[in-house]
């Protein structure tokens, strides 16, 4: 597996596109890609919260959370039921997008309601899932 190179100077970074930047550091290129708070650099894959994240995450954690897609795709499993207790980060269901299956996790300890989606079933971009309260 490669590594990305260390330096003592600071990398050449340029934006290519919308979430994707060329870097150039110790005499070696490379590229990452974000997906929300992962990113991605020559198959390693590391999460950068934001200011705007971690407040974010914090009012979740107050009140009601929203179970959504980023994405449209179709549920494939779910992996609680209404009612259940779930702990933060784990699995809700999974929807397949662009041929590749995603687990929509849980922000926040809680109990899922309002569970809405079922295996086989279309769901949009942004549409809500289910909430955990």
């Known amino acids: 597996m490669?590594?990305?190179?260390?330096?003592?100077?600071?990398?050449?970074?340029?934006?290519?596109?919308?979430?994707?930047?060329?870097?150039?550091?110790?005499?070696?290129?490379?590229?990452?890609?974000?997906?929300?708070?992962?990113?991605?650099?020559?198959?390693?894959?590391?999460?950068?919260?934001?200011?705007?994240?971690?407040?974010?995450?914090q009012r979740a954690s107050r009140g009601p959370a929203k179970i959504s897609t980023t994405m449209p795709g179709k549920v494939i499993r779910l992996l609680v039921a209404d009612g259940d207790t779930v702990a933060a980060g784990q699995g809700i269901l999974v929807v397949e997008a662009m041929k590749m299956q995603n687990e929509i996790k849980s922000p926040k300890d809680g109990v899922v309601k309002n569970l809405k989606a079922e295996p086989g079933s279309t769901v949009t971009a942004g549409q809500t899932l289910a909430l955990i309260e």
């Not at 590594?3 to 340029?14: G, L, Q």
């Open 2 to 57: 490669s590594s990305i190179p260390k330096s003592s100077t600071k990398p050449d970074v340029i934006e290519v596109e919308p979430g994707v930047w060329s870097v150039l550091s110790g005499g070696a290129s490379f590229e990452i890609r974000a997906q929300g708070e992962q990113y991605d650099a020559r198959g390693l894959s590391f999460f950068l919260e934001t200011e705007e994240s971690a407040q974010e995450r």
